[in-house]
């Protein structure tokens, strides 16, 4: 019986040595207390209450523990940890570290995030570069001032609908006003026509649109002289020294029709000989007689031409010159 | 008359008995410690000591260790739900679990079963004067049966809250998995998440010390009972109203000191 008893006794503490070992081991475990680890370090402004013992996260995973808090400098903070040697691969030298926290109101945790591939693994006591994010404190003094303004903008709100609601300004009359309402009924039938001519306008100026479009097209094509003459910078150096050119001779004709001016005016005054030809009738009769004279001793000096040539004298040369 | 009344006692009567009783006890653990670390050494007593206060106690601290993970976890749930953190119940159920309640409720339940027994049964033989027989028969009855006994608590204890807790959190669990369907190993990795080694070793060194007081105070209200039967219950009831309040002094010591630790 007594032996029977010791075997219970026995075979009880086992099983509590059991349950302790599990307890130690699962709990090891979860700490990573029997995982080899290498230190690295960061150095924060604030740490935000972040303990010893702490979890390090890298992409979200648990890799290490904060190992060791202490100040550094002036104000600044060492932060020790502990990362596990398989993540080792995975954190490079130029990864961040932050503070942040596991969930809205979790523990304080450390962050590793980044890093490049181009970048060598982290090593042993190496020093990851940090960032200092937002604590809640700052969220809080973003949402306060938040809160303020929308106390605000509720108040300036609450006086406008009370002012409405005293019948005061635009909107109380637009509200209360029937005649007004029905004016703006009428208002709003002309702007339904208005709208309506303006469609037709709008679908005008996609005709428009639409010629202007084909002809910009011709435009564009190649061996049109219009495209020639968009395109073509000598031929406009040519139309340039043309448009020159027709310039001066505008200028020319306009001195010329300047001196045929002058000279019309002449010729109808009656002190020179062209104005006396045309204007004066004695002078018309006079020349008219000289002409007539200049005839008549051109037909009768024709005769004496014809019998000199028959002279005896004459007779020779004449000859000769045939 | 009055005069010789007043030189009876020191301050008066009350405080006379107490520090009387308080310098006994003190003796009473010096011998302790004495005849723990002399020859000879009781083994099979304290093996049968272990096997009545241990072995004899799981049933009733299993069954309790479950209870008290299962209605916990349904009293804390409404409070989590409504932040909508519902998760947090295996971390929040572990560290009330290990920090507190296993040692705690364990002490309490045998501070009740074994202390009681304990004061009860020594009480009984002292007045039958069964120790005073075995004295006489060469048989030290302070070693045979204070020491054993107070070893007994001392070392079954923390392997009992070990139990608790283990019941307690497959109490916690069931109630969790029927409800938020969490899987065992999220289970585990949630409420392992929140407790440190400190938070398991400062329960087992809860439990020892529970331990310890329950033999100490069963052991020396039993060993100095007196006035026959009547003095056999009022050292049973005693016991167990001694330990618990020392129980609870020390767990508020110890919180104290294991909380400045951490």
């Known amino acids: 019986m007594k032996n029977k008893r010791t075997v219970i006794v026995g075979i009880f503490i086992f099983i509590g040595l059991i349950i302790f070992a599990i307890t130690i081991l699962t709990l090891g475990g979860q700490k990573k207390t029997f995982v080899k680890s290498f230190p690295i370090h960061a150095i924060f402004n604030d740490v935000n209450g972040l303990l010893d013992g702490g979890n390090v996260w890298f992409s979200g995973v648990k890799v290490g523990t904060v190992k060791k808090i202490a100040f550094h400098g002036d104000s600044d903070v060492e932060v020790t940890m502990n990362i596990d040697l398989n993540a080792e691969s995975h954190i490079h030298k130029d990864a961040k570290a932050k503070i942040g926290s596991d969930g809205l109101i979790g523990n304080k945790i450390v962050i590793i995030y980044g890093g490049t591939l181009a970048s060598p693994q982290v090593k042993k006591n190496d020093f990851l570069a940090v960032e200092n994010g937002l604590s809640t404190d700052d969220m809080m003094a973003t949402l306060q001032a938040n809160n303020k303004n929308l106390m605000e903008i509720t108040t300036d709100f609450k006086n406008i609908s009370r002012k409405i609601d005293s019948g005061k300004g635009i909107l109380a009359t637009l509200l209360n006003d029937p005649a007004l309402s029905s004016k703006i009924q009428v208002s709003a039938t002309d702007l339904q026509a208005t709208l309506a001519n303006l469609k037709t306008v709008s679908e005008s100026s996609k005709e428009v649109l639409g010629n202007l479009q084909a002809f910009s097209g011709k435009m564009n094509t190649k061996g049109n002289s219009i495209n020639d003459l968009a395109t073509d910078t000598l031929m406009y150096q040519k139309i340039k020294l043309t448009i020159n050119q027709l310039n001066v001779a505008s200028g020319s004709l306009n001195k010329l029709t300047e001196n045929l001016q002058m000279a019309s005016e002449k010729f109808n005054q009656k002190n020179n000989t062209v104005g006396l030809l045309l204007n004066d009738a004695s002078t018309a009769k006079s020349m008219e007689a000289t002409l007539k004279n200049l005839e008549s001793g051109s037909k009768k000096l024709d005769q004496d031409l014809e019998a000199l040539q028959h002279n005896i004298f004459f007779r020779g040369f004449f000859k000769k010159k045939k | ?262």
Not at chain 2, 63 to 87: C, D, E
Not at chain 2, 185 to 200: G, P, R, V, Y
């Open chain 2, 1 to 262: 008359m009055e005069k010789k009344s007043l030189n009876k006692f020191l301050i008066s009567k009350k405080f006379d008995t107490f520090f009387n009783e308080l310098t006994n006890v003190f003796r009473f653990l010096g011998l302790y410690f004495k005849e723990t670390f002399t020859s000879p050494f009781e083994w099979k007593e304290t093996v049968n000591q272990c096997f009545n206060v241990g072995y004899k106690s799981l049933s009733l601290v299993t069954l309790t260790g479950f209870i008290i993970g299962i209605v916990f976890t349904k009293q804390s749930r409404p409070s989590l739900s409504t932040f909508g953190a519902s998760s947090w119940l295996p971390s929040l159920i572990s560290i009330a679990i290990v920090r507190a309640l296993a040692p705690l409720v364990t002490s309490l339940i045998a501070a009740g079963k074994v202390g009681s027994n304990i004061g009860a049964e020594l009480g009984s033989m002292k007045v039958t004067e069964q120790i005073d027989a075995m004295e006489v028969s060469a048989t030290n009855p302070f070693k045979f049966l204070v020491v054993t006994r107070i070893t007994a608590t001392t070392l079954m204890m923390p392997i009992l809250v070990l139990y608790t807790g283990l019941m307690g959190m497959l109490g916690a669990f069931i109630n969790i998995h029927q409800n938020e369907l969490t899987s065992f190993t999220a289970f585990i990795k949630n409420a392992f998440s929140t407790i440190s080694f400190l938070d398991i070793y400062s329960s087992l060194f809860k439990a020892l010390c529970y331990g310890f007081t329950i033999g100490v105070a069963g052991c020396y209200q039993g060993y100095t009972a007196q006035n026959g039967t009547q003095g056999v219950g009022k050292a049973a009831n005693a016991t167990v109203v001694i330990a618990m309040f020392l129980i609870f002094i020390e767990e508020m010591l110890i919180v104290q000191v294991v909380n400045a630790i951490r």
